[in-house]
């Protein structure tokens, strides 16, 4: 395989590595899980497809694989416990979109992204969203608020942990559903080394 291939290939390849936590694990660590499990299972659905899998469409739903990559990389961003990043984020292409307008953004514009670039924006959206929630989570754990909102309402960081999760549940649903009809691939848990 030629050196140009192998990073193509390199970077459609997302992470599928489910940890599994002990029988009696706490809280914390049972959430975290499901969190990873979740993402898991979405990066096995939507992995190493070109563009034409990506961009398939399931009528009457305007959703891809693609459109829920981009997504998911926006609710990765959403849903972070934002007071507690060292860092913003630079892979934000949707900075600069007005919501009001392009309420569909995500699903309108994934067929504009070639595979590797849907793949690295989820990635990185990952990326920086764990390493946001473990400082966060090192800073005083789940009871803890992310910050007062708008409305005074200050939600803690066990809430945003499971609006994100259920973000997920949600479209790993779709995830699954979409592959199966793109190439066949059906499953619940993607394959584990032994």
């Not at 291939?5 to 590595?17: G, I, K």
């Not at 693609?66 to 959403?78: F, I, P, S």
Request: with cysteine.
């Amino acid at each position: 395989m030629d050196s140009t291939v192998r990073r193509m290939t390199d970077n459609m390849t997302l992470d599928t590595t489910i940890a599994e936590p002990s029988m009696t694990a706490g809280e914390l660590e049972m959430l975290l899980f499901a969190m990873d499990r979740s993402r898991a299972t979405f990066a096995w659905k939507c992995g190493g497809l070109d563009a034409a899998g990506l961009n398939k469409a399931h009528p009457p739903s305007r959703m891809t694989l693609g459109g829920l990559l981009k997504h998911l990389a926006l609710m990765e961003y959403k849903y972070a416990p934002h007071a507690f990043a060292a860092t913003r984020p630079t892979w934000r292409p949707w900075e600069t979109v007005d919501f009001e307008t392009e309420s569909e953004w995500e699903w309108s514009t994934a067929a504009d992204d070639s595979p590797e670039e849907l793949y690295g924006i989820w990635r990185d959206a990952v990326t920086w969203c764990r390493a946001t929630w473990a400082a966060a989570l090192a800073d005083g754990g789940l009871d803890q608020p992310e910050s007062a909102k708008g409305d005074g309402e200050s939600p803690n960081l066990r809430r945003i942990l499971v609006d994100l999760h259920e973000e997920y549940a949600r479209h790993v649903g779709h995830a699954d559903l979409f592959r199966e009809a793109v190439d066949g691939l059906v499953g619940e848990d993607p394959p584990q080394p032994r």
